[in-house]
């Protein structure tokens, strides 16, 4: 779970997306809109900086939006991978050299999404499986809230494919761990760049460990 802190208001061009997958999201959320007119109406909220701080875990999130006086609680899921696919993906990240270097830069290869497919994962999801609940309690789903914070994952997941990725059930520090455990045994074999990808997470995991107990011995961690 991660919880991403509130974005500063974004008019004009600077909130539309600029990556072809955050494209493609915009059209799964498109899609699923009920009309232009809500739609509209959540981009204005999402552009004015009316969302408050997304929490994403694996197939779902949830924010806060407000609108006037009110504050409507958003949340939504999206379908994660089965076993099986996870293990697929994993594989199709493996097959080609740099994909995970790409990944962790702030990239998603064309390439990989691709050959996901091609294998039968789908990372980019279609419209009907954006599935989003309100405390506005409106009568149609998505409302102008729900778009609001779709609107807003679209500039997340752009900043970091790992944000979609979560959304699909897979963790960075899982697959990072997956990828690791797959790699050849020979050190002429090893990712360089895998390698430093696992030894940042465990130390971030450290400072989590830290953080939650500071009374607690050290020493363990260095």
Do not use: N
């Amino acid at each position: 779970m991660a919880t991403h802190a509130r974005l500063a208001p974004r008019p004009g061009t600077a909130a539309r997306a600029r990556t072809w997958w955050g494209k493609a999201w915009v059209r799964a959320v498109e899609e699923s809109a009920y009309g232009e007119g809500e739609l509209r109406r959540g981009r204005t909220l999402a552009r004015g900086g009316r969302v408050g701080a997304i929490t994403v875990e694996p197939g779902g999130f949830l924010a806060a939006v407000e609108e006037g006086d009110d504050v409507l609680t958003v949340t939504g899921s999206v379908p994660v991978l089965d076993a099986s696919g996870l293990a697929t993906f994993t594989e199709t990240v493996a097959a080609e050299a740099g994909r995970v270097a790409a990944l962790l830069a702030g990239d998603l290869p064309h390439g990989l999404v691709e050959h996901a497919e091609e294998a039968g994962v789908e990372l980019l999801p279609f419209g009907g499986e954006l599935a989003t609940r309100c405390s506005c309690e409106p009568w149609t789903d998505p409302c102008h809230h729900a778009l609001a914070v779709l609107q807003q994952l679209t500039w997340l997941l752009e900043a970091d494919p790992f944000v979609l990725l979560a959304l699909r059930g897979i963790e960075r520090d899982e697959l990072l761990a997956r990828l690791h455990a797959a790699a050849p045994a020979g050190p002429e074999e090893t990712d360089p760049d895998l390698d430093l990808a696992v030894d940042a997470a465990q130390r971030a995991a450290r400072v989590l460990e830290l953080l939650a107990d500071p009374d607690a011995p050290v020493d363990h961690l260095l």
